[in-house]
């Protein structure tokens, strides 16, 4: 399934890093979401958007900083990241932000050194 | 926000029906009940969605009793490649979507 890419689908970075992780979806959607999943809990929302505008930030440090140029693509910068950060990043659209369903990227896994 | 409870695992046997069972006590009059599968190192992907009663589609069924405090996601005849984890759901339209721990379910041949 094609419909939301995510890429890199796997980056190791040290703490001193930026890197950034792309999402790109071509269903169309209005909305897009980050996510976090770590071993062995469950995906935590991070940030959501809706027609570009950020709705929602869960109480994500600072060091995590999403961009969404358009409806189309979804970003998320990296830097000075700590290893407990390490996990898979998630992204997700939705027609909108109401109950839709998502459609999940194969995620980014990530490392931190 | 309505908080979910399901089994942290089951096992099956491949052909057999496979029924996990979510409970919500404290849902919303205005949330849906919304379930994921999830395959390793995959994103969630979309089984299925209900507000009340049952609903069926070409892979699974859901049924939601009148109290609407639980929900069971039925699986017909599973195989080997539903061994996955699956999510159950609250939510309203407010985008607050929040996954629990999920059920591990274990498809034996």
């Known amino acids: 399934e094609t419909g939301v890419t995510q890429t890199p689908r796997h980056l190791v970075m040290g703490m001193t890093n930026k890197k950034s992780l792309k999402c790109e979806q071509h269903?169309?959607?209005?909305?897009m979401y980050w996510y976090k999943q770590s071993a062995k809990k469950p995906l935590e929302l991070m940030f959501v958007?809706?027609?570009?505008?950020?709705?929602e930030n869960n109480s994500v440090p600072s060091r995590f900083s999403p961009e969404c140029p358009n409806s189309s693509h979804l970003f998320l910068h990296l830097h000075t990241l700590q290893p407990e950060d390490s996990a898979l990043y998630l992204c997700?659209?939705?027609?909108?932000?109401?109950?839709?369903?998502?459609?999940f990227g194969p995620g980014t896994r990530l490392t931190v050194l | 926000l309505a908080k979910t409870t399901q089994p942290i695992s089951m096992d099956s046997y491949e052909g057999q029906e496979v029924n996990i069972t979510c409970s919500h006590n404290?849902?919303?009059?205005?949330?849906?009940i919304t379930w994921y599968q999830q395959f390793p190192s995959q994103g969630p992907r979309f089984i299925i969605q209900?507000?009340?009663t049952k609903v069926t589609n070409e892979v699974a069924s859901l049924f939601i009793p009148a109290d609407r405090k639980s929900s069971t996601l039925s699986l017909p005849r599973v195989s080997l490649s539903d061994t996955a984890v699956y999510y159950c759901?609250?939510?309203?339209?407010?985008?607050?979507?929040?996954f629990g721990t999920g059920t591990r379910l274990k498809v034996l041949a």
């Open positions: 404290n849902i919303a009059t205005n949330d849906y």
């Open positions: 958007y809706n027609f570009k505008e950020q709705t």
């Open positions: 269903l169309g959607h209005n909305a």
């Open positions: 209900g507000y009340k």
């Open positions: 997700a659209s939705s027609q909108d932000v109401s109950i839709n369903e998502q459609f």
């Open positions: 759901l609250v939510s309203s339209g407010t985008y607050k979507y929040i």
